[in-house]
């Protein structure tokens, strides 16, 4: 069974009810053990890092999510929650994140080299470009995800596994590393590939169950 976790700045509705279309069991919650009993876990956001992790921290949901992810079990993270992931961002002052990956995040910029100005948040349909074979990718083609963000991922090449354009910058829309997986965007919102992909992740879980 699938978890998310309830810290106080996730999409729980939509995300909820995405699983339910995939018919898939879920189960949404605050409490440390029964986060950690799940057999996969979503870690949803919306809002700003900084009190994104001062919720986090205050709940202990913090060190439940770490310890989480060394169970080996997957883990995934969702728009400001994939952002969390990563070690730092410069939203409102630098604030430390869960460092599960390599990165920083950063403000996207309002304007290309060329002088070129873009509207942010960076908000609507994006076209997503595959770089990597990772789990969520397995069958798909390439199309548009729904964004809405203001601050993107500086990170690794390592675990940059799709992409999108936007002002002239390579958005890291989809990254992953072994159990560790993340989607700028709102997969809950984005259409067929966006059910594709959170449909993905959950046969990455039912992987692990049956391995672990």
């Known amino acids: 069974m699938i978890g998310i976790a309830d810290y106080g700045m996730g999409n729980l509705f939509?995300?909820?009810?995405?699983?339910?279309?995939?018919?898939?069991?879920?189960?949404?919650?605050?409490?440390?053990?029964?986060?950690?009993?799940?057999?996969?876990?979503?870690?949803?956001?919306?809002?700003?890092?900084?009190?994104?992790?001062?919720?986090?921290?205050?709940?202990?949901?913090?060190?439940?999510?770490?310890?989480?992810?060394?169970?080996?079990?997957?883990?995934?993270?969702?728009?400001?929650?994939?952002?969390?992931?990563?070690?730092?961002?410069?939203?409102?002052?630098?604030?430390?994140?869960?460092?599960?990956?390599?990165?920083?995040?950063?403000?996207?910029?309002?304007?290309?080299?060329?002088?070129?100005?873009?509207?942010?948040?960076?908000?609507?349909?994006?076209?997503?470009?595959f770089q990597k074979k990772s789990r969520l990718l397995d069958g798909l083609a390439e199309g548009y995800v729904y964004f809405v963000h203001s601050y993107y991922v500086n990170g690794s090449e390592d675990v940059l596994t799709a992409t999108a354009d936007y002002a002239g910058v390579e958005i890291p829309a989809v990254v992953s590393k072994e159990n560790i997986y993340g989607m700028q965007f709102h997969p809950e919102k984005s259409g067929q590939l966006g059910m594709q992909l959170l449909e993905n992740f959950t046969k990455r879980v039912k992987e692990s169950e049956a391995v672990l």
Not at 34 to 47: E, F, K, Q
Not at 53 to 81: N, Q, V, W, Y
């Open 14 to 129: 939509s995300v909820s009810k995405a699983l339910e279309r995939l018919k898939v069991p879920y189960f949404i919650s605050d409490d440390r053990e029964t986060l950690l009993s799940a057999d996969g876990l979503i870690l949803p956001g919306v809002g700003a890092f900084k009190d994104a992790m001062k919720l986090l921290e205050s709940t202990h949901l913090k060190d439940t999510i770490l310890r989480f992810a060394d169970t080996g079990k997957p883990l995934l993270g969702i728009c400001l929650g994939m952002q969390l992931l990563f070690e730092e961002s410069e939203e409102n002052g630098s604030t430390l994140g869960l460092g599960l990956l390599p990165g920083e995040v950063i403000h996207i910029p309002k304007q290309d080299r060329a002088g070129n100005r873009y509207k942010v948040p960076h908000m609507g349909w994006n076209h997503l470009s």
